[in-house]
């Protein structure tokens, strides 16, 4: 990205001049952005230092040298490496909450902040939800972003990849929840014997492999742990289907991400009322069941298990 001599810009004249640079660059926006001028927005506000924008006269506020010049790095490489701009910022949003992330994990972007900012009403009572689970986390933003709405809870977090765990401690230090936050290392329910919870989140890796390999560029530079559901997409989605009862109190419910594998999911399972959840900024995908529910189809679920490792 040229520095034009590194010119005397606003914020709202830099912002555009990204934009332009972004255009028709055969980049996939798709990572907290759907566009080149809110990537352009996203990259420069967060350089300047002024997300969240709490003023329109931010937008009139003189870009730096120094933050120019930082600004056409990160761009250039953005272009080049096809890489999502979060990992170049090391900076993402999500359900209004900044966190930190990296190559370790993938970029936050679920349909479940809108559920966490409803407090999954109507379906969880409020004042009883007293202890969650957040299983694959990856960079904790679910289980966090669920701390902060659920002040009186007490949250787990859990992943089978350390690396991404090493990145969910440091959000939770960043958020000051070491006392209601716990990270755990888990093959999903391996690690967490004889805890039961009122509230499971899953956002667990649903793409099959297929779709996997066909993804944009930014998708592979994600890692594929956390992408990659086998070959119906829904190798861990069974297995934490089968065994959630295990891990929920007897009002207990969970909700589980399956995106673009949904419509798999049902035909796997015809006969099982999924509750799909609807929404209002986007997204797809997410369904939730109560206990009585899994328990009822338990037998299904479990005929889909196979042989997962932390399988007992």
Known sequence: MPTNSLKKHTIGEYIRQVESSLENKELFFGHGTSNALDEAAYIVLTITEHLPVTSEDVYQVVVTEPQQKQISKIVDRRIKEKVPAAYLLQEAWFAGLRFYVNEDVLVPRSPFAELIGDLFSPWVDYEKTLSILDLCTGSGCIGIAAAKAFPH????????????????????????????????????????????????????????????????????????????????????????????????????????????????????????????????????????????????????????????????
Request: negative net charge.
């Open 153 to 312: 809870a007490q949250v787990d977090i859990s992943d089978v990849s350390e690396k991404a765990l090493i990145v969910a401690r440091e959000n939770i230090k960043r958020h000051d929840l070491e006392d209601r936050v716990v990270p755990i290392k888990s093959d999903l329910y391996a690690s967490l014997l004889g805890k039961k919870y009122d509230l499971i989140m899953s956002n667990p890796p649903y793409v099959c492999i297929e779709e996997v390999e066909s993804l944009p560029a930014e998708y592979r530079n994600e890692p594929r742990l956390g992408l990659d559901g086998g070959e119906s997409g829904l190798d861990l989605v069974h297995y934490i289907l089968a065994f959630a009862p295990e891990h929920l109190h007897e009002q207990g419910v969970i909700f589980v991400e399956v995106g673009s594998s949904a419509e798999t999911l049902e035909e796997f399972y015809p006969k099982v009322p999924f509750l799909w959840q609807d929404f209002e900024y986007g997204g797809d995908g997410v369904f939730m069941l109560t206990k009585s529910q899994l328990l009822e189809h338990h037998k299904e679920f479990v005929a889909n298990t196979g042989s997962h490792p932390s399988q007992d």
